[in-house]
C-alpha cells in the first residue's frame, strides 16, 4: 500500500479533531511513516506548546510552527499538523508540494467536549478570541487548503480511517 509517488498525506484540523490519532492509525494502515508537528515544535523550541504561548505569546507559537514546517523534507509520511498550520500559507504550500492535505472536519460543540479546558492546550489564539470565533476563522482556511474534508464526527477511530482510505 506504499505510495509509489513517496507523496505524504498532510491532516489538518481543530484541536481535538483526531489529527495524531487518526494519523497514526492511517500510517499504520498504509505502511507509511507518522510526524507530529507539535512535537517536532515542542522539540525545537525545549518547551511545551502552552509555555510558548504563556512566555512568548501565539505569534511566536505561529512563527516556530510555520519554520518546522518548511523545513520539513519528508516523503510517504502521514504528518499531523497544529491546529495554527494553516496561519503560514508559505508552509501550506511547501506541504501540498509533496501531499494530499486531508481536513477533519468536527463542530465546535465536539472540539470543546474533546479538549475540555482549552487554556492548557497550547492552541494559538488572540487573548481576546473566544473558541468559537477561532474555530470560525480557522475553518475559511482549512477549507481553504484541503484537497479533502472528511467528517469527522459520528464514526469510530477505525471507521473513520476506513473513510480516509476510501477517499483516497
Known sequence: MLDPTGRNLIFIGMPGSGKSTIGVLV????????????????????????????QDGYVALRQIEEQVLLALDVHNQ?????????????????????????????????????????????????PDQSLAEL?????????????????GEGFNQDQLCEAIIRKL
Open 27 to 54: 500510517a499504520k494502515r498504509l505502511g507509511m511513516g507518522f510526524i507530529d508537528t507539535d512535537l517536532l515544535i515542542q522539540e525545537q523550541a525545549g518547551r511545551t506548546l502552552q509555555e510558548i504561548v504563556d
Open 135 to 151: 474555530f470560525e476563522e480557522r475553518f475559511a482556511l482549512y477549507t481553504r487548503y484541503a484537497d479533502l474534508t472528511i467528517k
Open 78 to 126: 502521514v504528518i499531523s499538523t497544529g491546529g495554527s498550520a494553516v496561519y503560514s500559507d508559505a508552509a501550506m504550500q511547501h506541504l501540498k508540494r509533496n501531499g494530499t492535505v486531508v481536513f477533519l472536519d468536527i463542530s465546535l460543540e465536539t472540539v470543546i467536549h474533546r479538549i475540555g479546558d482549552y487554556s492548557l492546550r497550547g492552541i494559538s489564539r488572540r
